[in-house]
Each structure stands twice: as C-alpha cells, then as structure tokens.
C-alpha cells in the first residue's frame, strides 16, 4: 500500500513538472509573438529545438523532459477533460 501511495505522489510530481514546463515554455513563446501551439507541436512532431525560442531559456527548459513524457501528459489531460 504505502509503495503505491508512493508511485501516485511521483506521478503527481512527474505531471505538474510537465506543466509547469509547458506553461514556461509557452509564455516565452508568445513573449516573442510566436504562436505558442504551433511552435511546441512542431517541436514534439519533429524533435527539431529550433521550434522553441532560446528566450528565457526555454528550449534548454523543454529538452530537460523527454517529448514521449510531454506527449503521454497531453493526451491523459485532453482525455481527463472529455
């Protein structure tokens, strides 16, 4: 019981990571007048950084989560919400 307590709080840690990382990432983004969604979805389709703008560090921010991680949480997000 206490290691599946354990695994949840990780996943917990894991996700709100994540989105604080996107949330960074996507508000440099539009900081510069690029469109935000279309940047970070050419960044995970293609594993291209120049997708994401040095500004405020956020491809060195971005690249520290692998794109299948940031990929898995979008999808479980947008199926939570349905």
């Known amino acids: 019981m206490k290691t599946k307590t354990i695994a949840i709080k990780q996943e917990e840690i894991r996700s ?3 989105k604080d990382i996107l949330t960074h990432v996507s508000d440099a983004l539009t900081e510069r007048g690029y469109n ?3 940047q970070i979805a050419g960044y995970l389709i293609t594993n ?3 997708y994401i703008s040095g500004y ?3 491809r060195s921010v971005i690249q520290t989560v692998e794109r299948h991680e940031i990929i898995e ?3 479980k997000e947008y199926l939570r919400k349905e």
């Open 56 to 58: 405020k560090n956020a």
């Open 73 to 75: 949480e979008l999808v």
């Open 48 to 50: 291209d950084p120049a």
């Open 16 to 18: 709100q990571n994540i």
């Open 36 to 38: 935000a969604v279309n």
